[in-house]
């Protein structure tokens, strides 16, 4: 599986951006999706999941109510829109698929199945 995130940039705080993670065909509808970020000097987290067998998704506390994760299954590619950004928002935002629920909401990202190569999201003060 083969995962292309995209959509990173910088932006004002207050502003918005939307990620876009292109997947190997089939690979949305097979495995939990994730978003992760990494911000310098800290942990990577997970900022929200979706399911694969429905849209239920999971947000990290601070970006519930701002961020929002979708899909296009016809484009085999899942979202992130991003507003209200912060600059604690700042860091490099990576796309994961795993077959397990459980493991990517608990895990921090450890024992991912697959990870997309990460953009770097920029919010200046």
């Known amino acids: 599986v083969q995962l292309q995130a995209s959509g990173g940039g910088l932006v004002q705080a207050g502003g918005s951006l939307r990620l876009s993670c292109v997947a190997s065909?089939?690979?949305?509808?097979?495995?939990?999706m994730g978003w992760f970020r990494q911000a310098s000097g800290k942990e990577r987290e997970l900022v929200a999941a979706?399911?694969?067998?429905?849209?239920?998704?999971y947000y990290e506390t601070s970006v519930k109510g701002r961020f929002t994760m979708s899909r296009d299954n016809s484009k085999n590619t899942v979202y992130l829109q991003m507003n209200s950004l912060q600059p604690e928002d700042t860091g490099v935002y990576y796309c994961?698929?795993?077959?397990?629920?459980?493991?990517?909401?608990?895990?921090?990202?450890?024992?991912?199945?697959?990870w997309g190569k990460g953009t770097l999201v920029t919010v200046s003060s």
């Open positions: 065909e089939g690979a949305i509808d097979t495995y939990a």
């Open positions: 979706m399911k694969r067998w429905d849209d239920s998704t």
């Open positions: 994961a698929a795993d077959r397990n629920w459980g493991r990517m909401v608990v895990g921090g990202g450890d024992g991912m199945d697959y």
